[in-house]
T-cell receptor, first 115, second 113 residues
Framework: SAVISQKPSRDICQRGTSLTIQCQVD?????MFWYRQQPGQSLTLIAT?????????ESGFVIDKFPISRPNLTFSTLTVSNMSPEDSSIYLC????????????FGSGTQLSVL | DQQVKQNSPSLSVQEGRISILNCDYT??????FLWYKKYPAEGPTFLIS?????DKNEDGRFTVFLNKSAKHLSLHIVPSQPGDSAVYFC????????????FGKGTRLHILP
């Protein structure tokens, strides 16, 4: 298994500012992902964080709004840029050690509120 | 457009009884399904999975049933225990992308004493 540490656990931010969320995995993993869960909605994949290269974004998500870094196999950051109240969500880091979802582990999430 | 639907936001079940959580999906190409469990302030954790070539998979108190013709799956927990109180997410994996898991909105299960 993999233990994922994510911080901050929550934050309240002002409109127009940016927040960077950090994700640290305790072991080397093959893939790292960032998900968002808006209020009352399902977990939605934002992007796959690729080590040493640009992240792969899902439809509806762009690099300018959600820049992602993954400098090594166990660490990644997600920045939520130029925030608006619509960005108020839970953001979850996840990592996979293989398989088809059985070995997908999640951090505890970052509860973001934008005023 | 929701491809994985959990139409019951919440469910309350008496301790010791059977809990049945339901899930529907729209894409007949989905070939692998999973259930995740989430406690407050924690990330989801994998619970049980089922391939589309099967119609049932069992793991202890947890059984998942798949009805492909109805595009429906269900998670049975028996007997239900207080520690089962959590949010349960149904999820599906499309055949063309193993790395993309499509989640439902979740069902909050309350186990009553």
């Amino acid at each position: 298994s993999a233990v994922i540490s994510q911080k901050p656990s929550r934050d309240i931010c002002q409109r127009g500012t940016s927040l960077t969320i950090q994700c640290q995995v305790d072991s080397q993993v093959t893939m790292m992902f960032w998900y968002r869960q808006q209020p009352g909605q399902s977990l939605t994949l934002i992007a796959t964080a690729n080590q040493g290269s640009e992240a792969t974004y899902e439809s509806g998500f762009v690099i300018d709004k959600f820049p992602i870094s993954r400098p090594n196999l166990t660490f990644s950051t997600l920045t939520v840029s130029n925030m608006s109240p619509e960005d108020s969500s839970i953001y979850l880091c996840s990592a996979s050690t293989g398989g088809r979802g059985e070995k997908l582990f999640f951090g505890s999430g970052t509860q973001l509120s934008v005023l | 457009d929701q491809q994985v639907k959990q139409n019951s936001p919440s469910l309350s079940v008496q301790e010791g009884r059977i809990s049945i959580l339901n899930c529907d999906y729209t894409n007949s190409m989905f070939d692998y399904f999973l259930w995740y469990k989430k406690y407050p302030a924690e990330g989801p954790t994998f619970l049980i999975s089922i391939s589309s070539i099967k119609d049932k998979n069992e793991d202890g108190r947890f059984t998942v049933f798949l009805n492909k013709s109805a595009k429906h799956l269900s998670l049975h927990i028996v007997p239900s225990q207080p520690g089962d109180s959590a949010v349960y997410f149904c999820a599906a994996i499309p055949p063309y992308r193993d790395d993309k898991i499509i989640f439902g909105k979740g069902t909050r299960l309350h186990i009553l004493p």
